[in-house]
């Protein structure tokens, strides 16, 4: 991570996304009607790790936001040159998801959503898909938690992520969304899930949760290689569900009442 982050700095490198996530929506995005407007919710530094970066240079107009003041000025710094994307400084709650994307004029159908916010993930987009339909969504899962268990840590304004294994929401969590808001899920990459709208998706395959789990985590032969911190957890994958969710709670007491959890 180091290394990249230090070639990415000296613009020796290309592939500015965490795990090559840059090919799979480009991929999509190129069978997909869209308009070039991306928006990019916890956008680091605006180039490490970055979802968007490559889209802004190739002229995407769009939004960036992040919380962090250090990360914020190296992303402000950073974007200097993209005249047509705007930039926030903001910690993004349910209730002020809309606003942001109002007072930056994003339109209702943009083309490209970037999300990860290591947090109440499920709160937020759950509000922002009430009033926006993005035609592709890039988010974060809990990669850890398997299908079928729901999780997903409570909004809470004071939550701050501690750098361990409990954040955001599970494949099973995020899918009640596609189901609510008529997403198809196309693909699971590692931990990030990519859904499109149904009326769009015309040529991607819809994939269930549980196919898109195994596919896209589980069964990845370098799963453990890019993820030795899950070796502790790694043992839910061999579980039933019901036992699974019991280790997790034992796992989680210390956040009981800050996470719900369920089959």
């Not at 490209?112 to 890039?138: A, Q």
């Not at 453990?224 to 911190?229: A, G, L």
């Not at 061999?238 to 007491?253: H, R, T």
Request: hydrophobic share 35%; glycine share 4%.
């Amino acid at each position: 991570m180091l290394v990249k982050k230090i070639l990415n700095k000296l613009g020796l490198i290309k592939d500015y996304s965490n795990f090559g996530e840059e090919e799979r929506i480009n991929y999509f995005l190129e069978h997909l009607d869209h308009k070039k407007i991306a928006v990019d919710i916890a956008a680091h530094d605006g180039v490490f790790m970055s979802n968007t970066y490559k889209l802004y240079k190739a002229g995407y107009s769009g939004l960036a936001v992040e919380c962090d003041d250090v990360k914020f000025s190296s992303l402000a710094s950073s974007y200097k040159k993209f005249g047509r994307v705007s930039l926030s400084k903001t910690l993004v709650y349910p209730d002020n998801v809309i606003k942001l994307l109002e007072g930056n004029e994003i339109p209702y159908d943009f083309g490209f959503l970037s999300f990860d916010i290591d947090g109440y993930d499920y709160f937020v987009l759950n509000e922002l898909l009430k009033k926006y339909r993005p035609t592709l969504i890039c988010a974060e899962i809990n990669e850890k938690i398997p299908y079928p268990i729901k999780f997903t840590v409570r909004y809470d304004r004071n939550y701050m992520w501690e750098v361990n294994h409990f954040f955001g929401q599970s494949i099973g969590q995020l899918y009640t969304l596609c189901e609510k808001y008529d997403y198809d899920l196309v693909e699971l990459y590692y931990n990030n899930v990519f859904l499109v709208p149904k009326e769009k998706n015309l040529s991607l395959t819809k994939l269930n949760p549980e196919e898109a789990y195994l596919n896209g985590y589980v069964n990845k032969s370098d799963r453990k290689k890019k993820f030795p911190y899950n070796k502790d957890v790694d043992v839910m994958l061999e579980m039933e569900p019901e036992e699974a969710l019991k280790f997790l709670n034992i796992y989680f007491k210390k956040y009981e009442g800050k996470y719900q959890a369920t089959i």
